[in-house]
């Protein structure tokens, strides 16, 4: 089993934009995908369906997939919401990240 962290205001940000974009009962899938500065990105969407091919849990209302291949590089993950002067956005922190970019969305591993 993945252990990631989705803060409860980032749960409630999810939600409120699930609601918005009228997606109720998606579940939120983080991901592991090539490319940015420092060689792998994060990723999250809505998604409707499982594959089978994931570990899903559920948290306060918000059902949360991972893929099995992303599993070991999000193994950890804490997923935070953040609304401020300087910053506000989602905040990802990966303790399984060797290196990352300035703006946090690429790390290597």
């Not at 060689?39 to 998604?47: A, H, I, K, N, P």
């Not at 291949?69 to 990802?92: H, M, N, T």
């Amino acid at each position: 089993m993945v252990a990631v962290e989705v803060t409860p205001a980032a749960r409630d940000q999810v939600l409120k934009i699930m609601d918005r974009q009228q997606k109720p009962g998606a579940a939120l899938r983080l991901y592991v995908q090539g490319g940015g500065c420092s060689g792998l990105t994060y990723g999250m969407s809505f998604d409707h369906q499982e594959t089978g091919d994931e570990v899903a849990y559920r948290d306060g209302g918000l059902t949360v997939v991972v893929d099995r291949a992303s599993a070991p590089l999000l193994d950890g993950l804490r997923v935070d919401f953040l609304l401020g002067l300087e910053q506000s956005g989602f905040k990802i922190v990966n303790p399984n990240a060797k290196a990352t970019c300035s703006c946090g969305k690429s790390f290597s591993a």
